[in-house]
């Protein structure tokens, strides 16, 4: 559980009539999660067909560099969000690839076998902090801040125990891979 205190935790799906709802859906009519609803439960991803590829990150200016890369980085984090809330590992292969991806669906198969589900948010706050010369590597920075999570019972919903909010340096490798940024590879330093 290497990323286990930046990734574990608390979602904000509502319940289904006031019940607990593992899935984090909701009951139509019910409102459901703010940017979840047609997304198969990631906050922030667009439904429809697939963005056009990315152009080549040698042909890119630096702005553009910039946010494509943080756009990556942002939808990986609310890929794994989504992931722990539903112990679904579906989508996250859109995002990472090993040694991250497999390290993090290791995890939350773990708390599957368990039954149980982390609900978390983190703020984030991810700045650029180097690339390699062809800009096919880049290194992200994040003063992460991780606003609580919460592990509960898939059996009952029952919380099973609480982690404090807290914040950490968070340093992220993102890679260009077929004309998308996925992250390889993270690592939580000390408060920030």
């Known amino acids: 559980m290497v990323l286990a205190g930046v990734l574990s935790g608390c979602g904000s799906a509502k319940a289904k009539g006031g019940g607990f709802d593992p899935s984090g859906t909701a009951g139509a009519g019910s409102g459901?999660?703010?940017?979840?609803?047609?997304?198969?439960?990631?906050?922030?991803?667009s439904a429809g067909p697939a963005a056009p590829p990315l152009p080549a990150p040698s042909t890119m200016t630096a702005p553009q560099l910039r946010q494509s890369v943080l756009d990556g980085y942002k939808s990986y984090m609310a890929a794994s969000e989504a992931a722990y809330e539903t112990d679904n590992t579906s989508r996250l292969g859109q995002y990472a690839v090993d040694p991250i991806l497999s390290r993090v669906t290791?995890?939350?198969?773990?708390?599957a076998a368990k039954g149980v589900i982390w609900r978390f948010h983190n703020v984030l706050n991810p700045q650029l902090q180097g690339w390699s010369k062809d800009k096919t590597l880049v290194v992200v920075l994040d003063c992460l801040q991780n606003l609580g999570s919460y592990?509960?019972?898939?059996?009952?919903?029952?919380r099973v125990s609480t982690k404090k909010a807290a914040n950490s340096y968070y340093q992220a490798h993102l890679k260009y891979v077929q004309g998308v940024w996925k992250i390889t590879d993270a690592k939580v330093g000390s408060q920030c």
């Open 106 to 111: 290791r995890d939350i198969q773990a708390n």
């Open 151 to 158: 592990e509960y019972s898939l059996a009952n919903g029952a």
């Open 32 to 45: 459901g999660t703010p940017g979840a609803a047609s997304t198969g439960g990631v906050p922030g991803a």
